[in-house]
């Protein structure tokens, strides 16, 4: 079994093709998302609420999404899906130009953001597709790698590109992003969702949940998300609220200890962090299942949380990255291989909206929530807080899969 599992391809020409337009997609992404707060003030003189909104109306936009896509994908097809939001994507990146007023600006994020919803999920769901389930965990974290690589290309970009304040340029090339995104996609040949079954028996047994909500395909919580799946979610929606304290209040905490560099040294080691665990990490959860690499991924995360109440000093900052990286870039790709795991292939659309929408709630409510508890607990009881509660996040994962994760013959 094991020569059979090591024989199976996993690399093709789809997938490299997959992967390349997803890198594009998350450059728009990230460069808009670095920019359009500043943009918005500058040009519509927007308060800060509606500077930040502006930013943040992509996400909105993205998270309304979720409700729609997977059965709009699994029904409509994931390359028809992703070329008509790939359309959009370029309509969206040149209409930003003549863009006039600050309504029209957050109008044209949360479509923006719908767009981005919608081809995220077709191209995840496609590439799922791709990969063979015997290497799902190392494909995943191969494909996750274009993403990791957006996160440093989209803000270094922005920065070029709006050097003397010109934003033009920014819309312009997020247009020539989404028009290379297109491009590759009308090459790329995306497997086809199989018709759903009359009733779907999931690997876990006759009688099970999951069989149960599956036999009932006709509910309205069957239609818009995927039940089997809520379950190994509820670790993506704590982890990525635990990680929005990082993204959101990191840099103020550093500023407030006159220690303004560090916010930049973390990101940029936390990336590289992830990128190595991306490379890695899946080939081992292959081999040696779910809860080898799980378990140590949430306890990295939680002590590079907790070490950062320490203070923002440099050492600190360093060692906090390296956790914090290797813990959370291996959680992401490893949720999503286990989440596509435990559902039929024709349901993998609304599967992956399931898991982005558990996602988006986490980083979404996150800052609104830990907003409420920096005033009482402070920055460094703030990071004490979510490394306690990425450790409480140890047991969730044990009663929702870990205690009956596949077991990989060593």
């Known amino acids: 079994m094991e020569a059979d599992r090591v024989q199976e391809k996993l690399w093709s020409r789809n997938l490299v093709l997959a992967i390349g337009t997803n890198l594009f997609i998350y450059i728009v992404f990230y460069l808009l998302m670095t920019s359009m707060a500043l943009y918005a003030a500058q040009r519509f003189l927007a308060s800060d609420a509606g500077a930040g909104f502006a930013s943040s109306a992509f996400i909105v936009g993205a998270l309304v999404s979720r409700f729609f896509a997977g059965p709009l994908i699994d029904n409509v097809g994931r390359r028809r899906i992703l070329l008509i939001s790939l359309a959009a994507f370029v309509a969206a990146s040149l209409l930003y130009i003549p863009a006039g007023s600050l309504p029209l600006l957050l109008a044209l994020r949360l ?62 090339f997020c247009a020539a992003c989404s028009v ?8 790329l040949r995306l497997p086809k ?66 220690a303004t560099d560090a916010a930049a040294l973390f990101f940029g080691v936390f990336a590289a962090a992830v990128l190595v665990s991306r490379l890695t990490a899946g080939r081992i959860q292959d081999r040696r299942g779910d809860n080898v690499v799980i378990y140590p991924a949430m306890a990295l995360f939680a002590a590079g949380l907790a070490l950062l109440a320490l203070g923002p000093a440099i050492w600190v900052v360093l060692a906090s990255a390296v956790l914090s990286g290797l813990g ?49 607990t402070g920055f460094n009881g703030m990071y004490a807080w979510l490394g306690g509660l990425m450790v409480a996040c140890i047991p969730l994962y044990y009663l929702v899969h870990g205690r009956a994760a596949r077991k990989v013959p060593v």
């Open 111 to 172: 479509v923006h953001g719908v767009a981005f919803g919608l081809a995220n999920t077709a191209v995840t769901a496609g590439a799922q597709a791709l990969i063979p389930p015997t290497r799902r965990s190392e494909g995943t974290g191969y494909f996750a790698v274009s993403t990791t690589l957006a996160t440093a290309i989209g803000p270094l970009m922005a920065v070029l590109l709006v050097v003397d304040g010109n934003y033009d340029r920014v819309f312009l």
């Open 180 to 187: 290379a995104a297109m491009l590759v996609t009308l090459t």
């Open 193 to 258: 969702a199989p018709p759903a079954p009359a009733a779907v028996v999931n690997q876990r047994g006759p009688g099970s949940m999951t069989e149960k909500m599956h036999r009932r395909p006709g509910s309205l919580l069957a239609k818009v998300f995927e039940p089997a799946v809520l379950p190994i979610t509820t670790v993506l929606l704590v982890a990525g609220l635990a990680y929005s304290g990082v993204l959101s209040f990191l840099a103020s905490y550093a500023n407030a200890a006159g």
């Open 328 to 376: 959370f870039g291996t959680l992401l790709p490893g949720t999503q291989a286990i989440t596509v795991g435990l559902i039929p292939e024709h349901r993998f659309g609304t599967a992956l909206a399931t898991y982005y929408l558990m996602l988006d709630i986490g980083t979404g409510l996150g800052p609104v929530l830990l907003g409420l508890l920096v005033p009482l």
